[in-house]
């Protein structure tokens, strides 16, 4: 696939290259017409596991940080150019102690307390959207003002992973649970995640688990736990078999699962337990599995969480669970295409890594982002933004300020950046179902889900509107300074410097001598030799209270920023 054709093509521009179909694309409004009709077939690299030795510059550090965190800031991109490569990968995968606050209410209508309280230990749950509404606004400030660490990204790759809907939990406050149990376990051990997740209330009420019982077997968290959280489906290869398990092993992992109940306070608060075993509730009886788990049998009895223990164990045993969560955390953070190469060399290589470390993941990710493969130039910008990339991201690359302490201001301001995370198809606690979003599975689109002419056209509007009127609500305003973002360049004097170090900040693909000249020639100083710039540029500084100046400088320098993110280059990473 080529990158920059494919972007250009959905506005018109040309048509990517075609390959050999595997699969029709799916023809509904989501999918752009230009999207992949077949998987790339061609070699992309041949860079291994090995540790990158190559230049570490201004382009690694860049990439480095647009794929583990939600945007460049001008602050982390200075912090590593004084680091090696291996110490920049030590420092983002190192997590910093989690102060973890808590939503607060920002509706005065809310019945348990005024604005700046909190709910998520009250009483009473509220049924209204408001505190879904609170919980979803403090997640995006998580992620907007994310230290240098890899653990936004992780908590979002989890989340998408061991999926809930938080629009179908009948209680926010399982949800802030559900969040804090993924923090907790970001860069920790996968067998042990799953197992919390089992247990989890969120997770309870989303699968049904808490209606599970001996009498009826509800067989809904027992499917997903092996299709979509552990070890994988595979193609069917006989009736009720499948290539890693059988209907055989849903029935039984179901009765095993039996007797587990959501848990609450005597006095109907939410604490740091989340579920309860009944055990006359349980089937206590023994529970067979098929040959894919070599025959194993759980004995029955009243021990519910030691049966869980079993299971887990049994599923934990086979190399394809590995394999089948290194998949994932690849195309999360390196691109989807896994041909038969990658697959042997570095898939099989990450799951050996985390089967050595006994389900760690750190380890994993250290030696995936300290790679040759990782470094290696076809995958820079190989990745189109996902809408919570695009949006923080954005917010973040020009350091836009938002209200430091009014709490009505505040969560009207992150409530705006997910709900245009969402209109353009991620909505933050929401994921379209249990298999999460779709850009991250669906064979051949794969991430191209993430664009097509309504989405491309909402993307532009939103970046338009950052750089120009901005988005004002409660008496508070945020929207992009260019001014502020040029004065952090090297020399704002020098047109061409300006575009040169834009673009490369804002941009994962490199421009041609063609476009910057463009850009110069024909949007920042059109028809006018850059001296004509220098001269501006000196009045304003001379002056900055000048209105006449400072006008004069900044729509020219809004124009670009409008242009530059408007382009195709600025949906990938």
């Not at 067989?219 to 979509?228: D, K, M, S, T």
């Not at 049966?307 to 887990?312: F, I, Y």
Request: with cysteine.
């Amino acid at each position: 696939m080529k990158r920059r054709e494919l972007l250009a093509s959905i506005v018109g521009e040309s048509d990517p290259a075609a390959s050999t179909p595997i699969q029709s694309v799916d023809q509904s409004p989501s999918i752009s017409r230009f999207a992949n009709s077949s998987l790339p077939n061609v070699q992309r690299t041949t860079a291994g596991m090995e540790p990158y030795t190559g230049v570490w510059g201004t382009e690694q550090i860049l990439h480095l940080l647009r794929r583990t965190t939600f945007g460049v800031t001008r602050a982390d991109f200075t912090t590593l150019k004084n680091k090696t490569m291996v110490q920049a990968v030590d420092l983002i995968t190192t997590v910093p102690p989690d102060e973890l606050t808590v939503p607060l209410i920002y509706d005065a209508s809310d019945p348990a307390g005024s604005p700046g309280s909190t709910w998520v230990n009250g009483l009473t749950n509220v049924s209204s959207g408001s505190r879904l509404n609170s919980l979803k606004a403090w997640w995006t400030n998580l992620m907007l003002n994310q230290p240098l660490s890899i653990r936004e990204k992780m908590v979002v790759f989890w989340h998408n992973h061991f999926v809930t809907e938080f629009s179908s939990l009948p209680d926010p406050r399982y949800a802030y649970r559900y969040l804090a149990l993924l923090r907790k376990n970001a860069l920790g051990n996968f067998k042990q995640l799953a197992r919390e997740i089992t247990f989890d209330g969120a997770m309870l009420r989303y699968l049904n688990g808490y209606l599970n019982n001996k009498n009826a077997p509800d067989e809904n968290y027992a499917r997903e736990l092996q299709e979509l959280f552990t070890i994988g489906k595979g193609p069917q290869i006989g009736d009720g078999d499948y290539t890693n398990y059988t209907e055989q092993d849903v029935k039984a992992a179901a009765h095993v699962l039996t007797g587990w109940r959501i848990y609450q306070n005597p006095d109907g608060s939410v604490g740091l337990q989340t579920s309860s075993f009944d055990q006359t509730r349980h089937d206590i009886g023994n529970k067979n599995f098929s040959y894919h788990y070599q025959n194993a049998t759980i004995v029955g009895g009243i021990d519910g969480a030691r049966e869980v223990d079993e299971l887990l164990g049994i599923i934990f045993l086979q190399p394809e669970t590995a394999k089948f969560l290194c998949r994932k955390i690849y195309r999360w953070f390196v691109y989807y295409v896994i041909d038969d190469w990658t697959e042997l060399n570095i898939i099989s290589h990450m799951a050996d890594t985390l089967r050595a470390n006994n389900w760690n993941v750190l380890p994993v990710l250290k030696e995936l982002l300290k790679s040759a493969h990782f470094f290696d130039t076809v995958n820079m910008g190989c990745m189109i933004k996902d809408p919570l990339g695009l949006t923080l991201g954005t917010c973040r690359h020009f350091g836009v300020s938002f209200p430091p302490s009014d709490v009505v201001q505040q969560y009207s301001m992150w409530n705006y950046l997910w709900s245009t995370a969402s209109s353009i198809g991620m909505n933050p606690g929401d994921p379209p179902d249990v298999a999460g979003w779709k850009a991250y599975y669906q064979v051949p689109q794969y991430y191209e889900i993430w664009i097509n002419s309504d989405t491309l056209t909402k993307r532009a509007s939103w970046t338009n509107r950052m750089v120009s009127s901005g988005y004002s609500s409660s008496g508070a305003k945020i929207v992009i300074d260019p001014l502020a973002f040029v004065l952090t360049l090297s020399d704002p004097s020098d047109p061409n410097r300006i575009i040169d170090e834009a673009a490369q900040y804002l941009l994962a693909v490199p421009l041609t001598a063609s476009q910057k000249t463009f850009l110069k020639e024909e949007i920042l100083i059109p028809g006018l030799p850059d001296y004509e710039w220098t001269i501006e540029w000196s009045l304003y500084l001379s002056d900055p209270t000048n209105t006449t100046a400072r006008n004069a400088v900044t729509n020219r320098l809004r124009a670009l920023l409008m242009f530059l993110m408007q382009m195709p280059e600025y949906q990938l990473m």
